[in-house]
């Protein structure tokens, strides 16, 4: 026991010591901060939104209470009535316009009789201005119907009359990959510090010079494993800080992300499922370290189990849709992760869920100190030129 | 005479890769590395391993320290097997090779209290010991200097200092010169001697006749593999120069196999 430690302390200090390595350490954190940063100060260009400027909303045949009506809601709502429904449902999409509400000829005339005539609100998801608007026209115009007692339909039409472009969703969608370019950087972070450890003692010769002392193999593994799993885990927390601080930044144009917003118990979730991940990261990394001949193998080795987490990281993010997966999904390391932390970020936590994710990924950390072990005690730990 | 070492037919195959049967310049899936090796050392002597290049020294060496395992047979350091027992074994031995080596990133001062914990050894003896042992080897002035700065020959000191912070009674050196000038070669086999009138027991190898006539009481000439000859140096050569001993043995062995 008191072995794991010496050894740990020792390779702490080679890592907390050395201001190469440990630069190599921070610098994905900074970096994050730094591009996420910039990368936001762009889009908010692109959808920047002025909180004091007022709604402008189109219509077309609108009864003439609807702007009254409107008012009565509070909005603060420029109303004016078009003619040319594309042309106008175009300003939408480019946002000159926030809304298009296109009521059926003699809308009110068709109501009296008894009727069920339409109406349909253009809208545009990626203007929160847009987005804001159709809630309080859906809102009226519904509860108008209820009023009326009259059914009529409201966005009835086939297909969406969302007229945010392909782009623009694009960029929402980072919102929901997140947790998977956490994933990510998790990964390169364990990777920045497990790859070369065992390798670059073997093709140092320094394994050997440790390995003829009485310390027990297992020790020798878990001192490792222990000291690369905290410099690791303080590598993904710079990261995972700088992508929390640049990421008001970097949604700020798309809508409001108050990382405020979320309790100290979705942080503590978040680091929980951050911890044993990177540390499941680290002993994979570190076997496949000890069992390759060089730095460079190892590396090299590296590169397709980082695929499979991409891969992974990706289906659970697509496949899903944000639904609820089947519970043997959370049985999968990194799917289960990627799962845990989206459901932390859109506040639809499962205990449940996030427990089974945090034991799964234990005992694959158990499993692969026990496989180390037994690499540390065959001879392919020193010579496999 | 107490016998400290006792290695009874050795063997060790090792499975090439493509890389070292092209190196090798083999066909052979299968190097025999040790085939039956058998010697002893014994109690306060210097036992020389003498072989040319890929006989099987290195091979020998590190099946002793226990740091790869034989498939056959076994060697027995002070009752401890390397089979049965491999931590009883290190607990006894000191193993150094110029193929060991130190962390570049810390200073001999770390390293030396590192090991020592490693071997367990009380925090004070180890502040005397590596008092001595430093100053023996003017090894004081790099005390905190990273390894990685150090020349060749004080890394080589270092590395020997470290391999015996828990002076073992039993110290095995492969190649122990290879690669020092003849400055360091000359304090580093010093040493050996004054190991060996503390009483320590020794087991180097090398293919150098000089270092063996100089320093060693007992020889053993491993060819391919195998024990051609062991005995008192003083007997082995009382005909003949090692060197033409070595030569006579080596194209009676070499010939009868082809
Ligand atoms: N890990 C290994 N894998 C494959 N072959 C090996 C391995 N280690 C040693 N060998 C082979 O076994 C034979 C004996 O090697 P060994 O290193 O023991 O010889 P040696 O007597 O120490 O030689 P040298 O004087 O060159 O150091 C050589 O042919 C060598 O190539
Ligand atoms: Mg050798």
Redesign the interface.
């Known amino acids: 026991m008191n072995k794991i430690f010496t050894v740990m302390k020792k390779e702490l200090k080679r890592f907390f010591t050395d201001k190469r390595l440990l630069a190599s350490l921070v610098l994905p954190g900074i970096m994050i901060f730094v591009i996420y940063s910039f990368m936001g100060s762009f889009f908010s260009d692109m959808f920047g939104e002025d909180p004091d400027k007022k709604f402008i909303i189109q219509t077309i045949n609108a009864p003439s209470s609807f702007s009254d009506d409107l008012k009565a809601t509070g909005l603060n709502a420029e109303v004016k009535a078009v003619e040319d429904k594309d042309a106008s449902k175009e300003e939408v999409k480019n946002k000159s316009a926030d809304i298009l509400v296109f009521f059926e000829e003699e809308f009110e005339r068709k109501l009296s009789e008894g009727e069920q005539p339409s109406v349909e609100i253009w809208y545009n998801t990626v203007n929160t201005q847009s987005q804001t608007a159709y809630n309080a026209v859906y809102g009226m115009i519904y509860s108008r119907s209820v009023e009326v007692k009259t059914v009529f339909v409201l966005n009835g039409g086939e297909g969406s009359y969302d007229l945010a472009t392909k782009e623009e969703t694009s960029a929402m969608i980072i919102t929901m990959m997140l947790p998977f370019i956490l994933m990510i950087f998790l990964f390169s972070g364990a990777m920045a510090v497990a790859t070369e450890s065992i390798a670059g003692e073997k093709e140092r010769g320094t394994i050997a010079t440790l390995l003829v002392t009485p310390i027990k193999r297992s020790s020798l593994a878990l001192g490792k494993i222990l000291a690369l799993s905290v410099t690791a885990i303080v590598s993904s927390l710079v990261s995972f800080v700088g992508l929390i601080a640049s990421l008001p930044k970097l949604m700020g144009g798309m809508g409001d992300i108050d990382m405020g917003m979320y309790g100290v118990g979705t942080y503590l979730g978040v680091l929980g499922v951050i911890v044993v991940t990177v540390v499941m990261f680290t002993v994979v990394l570190s076997i496949i370290s000890a069992l390759a001949k060089s730095v460079k193998e190892a590396s090299q080795l590296a590169l397709p189990v980082m695929f499979v987490v991409m891969l992974v990281g990706v289906s659970s993010m697509i496949g899903s849709g944000g639904a609820n997966p089947r519970f043997w999904a959370y049985l999968i390391p990194v799917y289960n992760s990627t799962q845990c932390l989206a459901g932390l970020f859109s506040l639809s936590f499962d205990p449940l869920f996030f427990l089974i994710t945090v034991i799964t990924n234990i005992l694959f950390i158990a499993l692969g100190v026990y496989i180390l072990a037994k690499i540390f005690n065959s001879e392919k730990i020193i010579y496999n030129k | 005479m107490e016998e400290i070492l006792r290695v009874e037919n050795l063997k060790k195959t090792f499975k090439l ?1 493509r ?2 049967q092209a190196l090798e310049k083999t066909k052979n899936k299968y190097k025999v590395a040790v085939n039956g090796l058998s010697f002893s050392a014994y109690k306060g002597e210097i036992f020389g391993l003498l072989g040319p290049n890929g006989a099987g020294k290195t091979t020998t060496l590190r099946i002793i ?5 034989a498939d056959e047979g076994d060697a027995v350091v002070d009752g401890e097997s390397v089979r049965k027992n491999p ?1 009883g074994v ?2 006894k ?1 000191g ?1 150094l090779t110029g ?8 200073t001999p001062d ?1 390293l030396y209290d ?2 020592s ?4 050894v009380p925090k004070e003896e180890s502040e005397r010991r590596k008092a001595k042992l430093f100053s023996r080897f003017g090894i004081e002035k790099f005390a905190h200097v990273k390894v990685g700065d150090l020349s060749t020959g004080m890394k080589q000191k270092v ?1 020997l200092v ?2 015996i912070v828990h002076d073992p009674d039993f110290i095995i050196f492969d190649e122990p010169t290879n690669g020092l000038d003849v400055i360091t070669a000359k304090t580093v086999t010093d040493f050996l001697l004054e190991l060996k009138n503390e009483g320590k027991t020794i087991v180097i190898s090398t293919h150098i006749f000089s270092l063996v006539e100089k320093i060693c009481d007992r020889v053993g000439i491993i060819i391919n593999g195998k024990m051609t000859a062991e005995g008192n140096l003083k007997e082995i050569t009382r005909e003949k120069p090692l060197e033409e001993v070595f030569f006579d043995i080596y194209s009676r062995e070499v010939g009868s196999d082809e």
């Open positions: 890769s890389k070292q320290s226990t740091l790869i395992r931590d290190r607990k031995i193993f193929e060991l080596k130190l962390e570049d990133f810390f770390y590192y090991f914990a490693l071997h367990d590395s470290i391999s």
